[in-house]
Structures are given as C-alpha cells and as structure tokens.
Nanobody, 121 residues
Framework: VQLQASGGGLVQAGGSLRLSCAAS????????MGWFRQAPGKEREFVAS????????YHADAVKGRFTISRDNAKNTVYLQMTSLKPEDTAVYYCGATVKFSSWLSDYDYWGQGTQVTVSS
C-alpha cells in the first residue's frame, strides 16, 4: 500500500486545515488508518485512528474536540480535519495503515511521507 499525504501548510493559531491521505496499491477498506505527528526533537505521537468502515474513531486527548478523522472508502482517502489549531500542533503529520484498529505506532505497516503543519501564534 502506498500512502500520499497532503494538505499541510502555515496557519495562524485558531485556524483550520484539512489533511488528506490517498492510498493506492491495496484494498483500502482492509486497513484501519491513523494519523500521527512528530515535532522537532520529539518522538512520533498518535493523533487519531479510524476503523475499516469508519464506524469507530479514536482521538488523542490533546486533539479531542478539535480534530476529526474520517475516511471515504470510495475515494481510498482518509482525512484529518483540524480546527482551533494551536502552536503546539506544529509538526510533520503522517498517515499510516494497519490491519489492526490501533493507536500504537508499532502496529502500523505502511506510512505516507508526511506533510508539514505549522501554526503561528
């Protein structure tokens, strides 16, 4: 499975962005999908995950109520809608695919290349 993330950019605090991750080369609906992020000097951390059909979603406490993960299996794409952005959300955001429904980094088998999100104060 190949994953291509897009939609990052520079935004002011309080603003919004929507990230997209397009999948190819596999059966998209066979994978749960997740978003992780990595800030400079920090480890990659879990942001959100969504189950195969989209019935179940899980968000990290740091983003709960501000970010929403969703997916469109007809378009082989997973999204991360980010609102009320804060400077501490600045990071490279990565999408990943796993056969499990998981928030654990080690469970993910495929990764996109990452997209930079920068939130200015």
């Amino acid at each position: 499975v190949q994953l291509q993330a897009s939609g990052g950019g520079l935004v002011q605090a309080g603003g919004s962005l929507r990230l997209s991750c397009a999948a190819s080369g596999g059966t998209f609906s066979s994978y749960s999908m997740g978003w992780f992020r990595q800030a400079p000097g920090k480890e990659r951390e879990f942001v959100a995950s969504i189950s195969w059909t989209g019935e179940h979603a899980y968000h990290a406490d740091a983003v709960k109520g501000r970010f929403t993960i969703s997916r469109d299996n007809a378009k082989n794409t997973v999204y991360l809608q980010m609102t009320s952005l804060k400077p501490e959300d600045t990071a490279v955001y990565y999408c990943g695919a796993t056969v499990k429904f998981s928030s654990w980094l080690s469970d993910y088998d495929y990764w996109g290349q990452g997209t930079q999100v920068t939130v200015s104060s």
